[in-house]
């Protein structure tokens, strides 16, 4: 079978997970050392290591794109794909607009009043890879999220290539993006991070890269935040004999195709229906363009596993935690309530999973690798910073005063009760 199948058997799905979770868990030595020379190097020397290291790799040095470009690249875009990402960019904002989180106050007591200012990061830098992983999609799905929770300042790299994707500048236009600067590389992410020269540093870096770039960012978390470290695409889909095996079959190849390390993982609760599935998926792939890659990736990290009810299966989705998750069946919404670890998760047969890529509104940009079970999709909420504010009046406060004094000295904190006790030790002055 052109998809391997197995029979869960309370070990055989196992060895399935361990594999996946080996995948997930390799990493390159050789790279971090790589990336974190560059990175130190950066940081001591700014703008001039940033300037050798992009004449080294990409033959010139950074440079600011101009608005001018980016309307040039909107003007001469193709009608119908501009048309296609404005009306992905008006679905994004609509849905991010209805889950920004706001500031809010309450008041417990007379003197007593709690609450939270919600705003945006003030400086963010967006990672655009080049070459043949430009994807506008992904600036729209990057970008608008920010400029609706209120990023002050939204820059976008991207490696200067001879010929700067028109798509992608063109997204840029339409997301809104304040700068675009023209460096790539360990050394963009370094720029960002420590700030060199004409690139100011940011509070936070998203966006895709190859796995120097993701080293970068993992080893800048901490001076500043980022968003995740993203792994290999996945895409896993449930479904019963009810599922068209055309559909299903396509939509896991539409994961695969992606690179030789992508993940395509079908459970179902028929045989039969994993075997139609299994022809359909080849038949279809020897007819696209990316064979060679579906094919390395379906053998190497696809899978069917047939479980005898669907309920088991969704424990077992639970376990993977995918990037996207489809269920195909007869009552798609009575297994929601079971699947509590998922990027996306998308119900029937004509939610496939391009359409949350491209159209849908809500963010591709999604935990991979099973860090569904604790990080969640980039969003509005990524942007955002959090204070709590704390106001009390003196009536208010010494109806707590012992609490927090029995507290402090229980912590051995004598100068945090101390705070407290000397705002009553003497009468209190008459306000005026």
């Known amino acids: 079978?052109?998809?391997?199948?197995?029979?869960?058997?309370?070990?055989?799905?196992?060895?399935?997970?361990?594999?996946?979770?080996?995948?997930?868990?390799?990493?390159?030595?050789?790279?971090?050392?790589?990336?974190?020379?560059?990175?130190?190097?950066?940081?001591?020397?700014?703008?001039?290591?940033?300037?050798?290291?992009?004449?080294?790799?990409?033959?010139?040095?950074?440079?600011?794109?101009?608005?001018?470009?980016?309307?040039?690249?909107?003007e001469a875009c193709a009608p119908e794909l501009r048309a296609a990402l404005e009306k992905a960019a008006a679905n994004i904002r609509d849905y991010h607009e209805k889950m920004l989180v706001k500031t809010w106050e309450y008041r417990r007591a007379p003197g007593a009043v709690l609450g939270q200012t919600v705003r945006g990061l003030h400086r963010v830098g967006l990672y655009v890879p080049g070459g043949t992983a430009a994807y506008p999609s992904s600036v729209l799905m990057n970008a608008i999220p920010a400029k609706v929770a209120g990023v002050e300042e939204l820059i976008m790299v991207t490696p200067p290539t001879e010929n700067l994707s028109r798509e992608v500048l063109t997204a840029a236009k339409i997301a809104g993006i304040d700068?675009?600067?023209?460096?790539?590389?360990?050394?963009?992410?370094?720029?960002?991070?420590?700030?060199?020269?004409?690139?100011?540093?940011?509070?936070?870096?998203?966006?895709?890269?190859?796995?120097?770039?993701?080293?970068?960012?993992?080893?800048?978390?901490?001076?500043?935040?980022?968003?995740?470290?993203?792994?290999?695409?996945?895409?896993?889909?449930?479904?019963?004999?009810?599922?068209?095996?055309?559909?299903?079959?396509?939509?896991?190849?539409?994961?695969?195709?992606?690179?030789?390390?992508?993940?395509?993982?079908?459970?179902?609760?028929?045989?039969?229906?994993?075997?139609?599935i299994s022809c359909e998926m080849e038949r279809q792939a020897r007819e696209l363009p990316r064979w060679d890659i579906i094919k390395e990736s379906v053998a190497n990290f696809g899978c069917a596993v047939v479980f005898e009810e669907l309920e088991d299966a969704c424990a077992f989705a639970n376990l993977v935690a995918p990037e996207h998750l489809e269920v195909v069946t007869a009552a798609p919404r009575e297994l929601l309530p079971l699947l509590t670890n998922a990027g996306a998760i998308f119900l029937g047969q004509y939610a496939p999973e391009p359409l949350g890529d491209y159209m849908a509104g809500p963010c591709h940009?999604?935990?991979?690798?099973?860090?569904?079970?604790?990080?969640?999709?980039?969003?509005?909420?990524?942007?955002?910073?959090?204070?709590?504010?704390?106001?009390?009046?003196?009536d208010e406060l010494e109806k707590l005063s012992d609490d927090i004094i029995a507290l402090a000295q229980a912590e051995k904190l004598d100068a945090h009760a101390n705070s407290v006790r000397v705002r009553f030790a003497e009468p209190p002055k008459e306000e005026k």
């Open 179 to 276: 700068r675009v600067i023209a460096v790539g590389g360990t050394q963009a992410i370094a720029a960002l991070t420590y700030g060199a020269g004409f690139i100011p540093r940011v509070d936070k870096i998203v966006g895709p890269g190859n796995a120097y770039v993701a080293t970068a960012k993992k080893l800048a978390f901490g001076t500043v935040d980022i968003d995740m470290i993203a792994g290999p695409s996945e895409v896993l889909v449930i479904c019963d004999h009810t599922a068209n095996p055309t559909y299903v079959a396509a939509d896991l190849l539409s994961q695969a195709e992606h690179d030789k390390l992508a993940s395509a993982v079908l459970l179902t609760d028929s045989m039969a229906q994993a075997q139609a």
């Open 365 to 394: 940009v999604l935990p991979t690798s099973g860090t569904a079970r604790f990080f969640s999709p980039l969003s509005t909420d990524t942007f955002l910073k959090k204070t709590s504010v704390i106001e009390y009046s003196r």
């Open 1 to 74: 079978m052109f998809l391997k199948t197995v029979l869960a058997d309370g070990d055989a799905e196992l060895r399935v997970l361990a594999e996946m979770q080996a995948r997930a868990a390799e990493t390159r030595g050789d790279i971090e050392v790589t990336v974190r020379a560059v990175m130190e190097d950066v940081r001591a020397r700014g703008l001039e290591a940033v300037n050798e290291y992009s004449l080294k790799f990409d033959k010139v040095k950074p440079y600011e794109i101009g608005r001018e470009v980016l309307d040039a690249a909107y």
